[in-house]
């Protein structure tokens, strides 16, 4: 149900900017699971449902384009469940 039809990155860059920020944090991949850009590694991103575009990408190149740094919080919590992460409480699953 997420769609981010408010979403105006160039507006957030153009706030944080005149708010004395020098950088900005994004949490690009959520607890849930969802990314916040296009990724193969799992259907549950932004290009692929709900905004259909890459939120992540589009907030980059905002904030770079008004001389600020970007950064990124990549939630692992969940992340038990990917087969790249074997092993949960100290055993293999």
């Known amino acids: 149900m997420f769609k981010a039809e408010k979403y105006d990155p160039e507006a ?7 708010a004395g920020a020098r950088y ?6 959520h607890g849930e699971e969802f990314a916040m850009w296009p990724t193969k590694y799992t259907p549950r991103n932004a290009m692929d449902m ?3 575009r890459d939120l992540a990408g589009d907030l980059t190149k905002a904030v770079r384009s ?5 950064g990124f919080y ?6 038990f ?13």
């Open 12 to 18: 957030w860059a153009d706030l944080f900017k005149k």
């Open 24 to 29: 900005v944090v994004m949490t690009a991949k």
């Open 66 to 70: 008004e001389g600020l740094k970007m």
């Open 74 to 79: 990549h939630n692992t919590t969940y992340s």
């Open 50 to 52: 709900g905004p259909r």
């Open 81 to 93: 469940w990917d087969k790249r992460y074997p092993v949960k409480n100290g055993l293999n699953i």
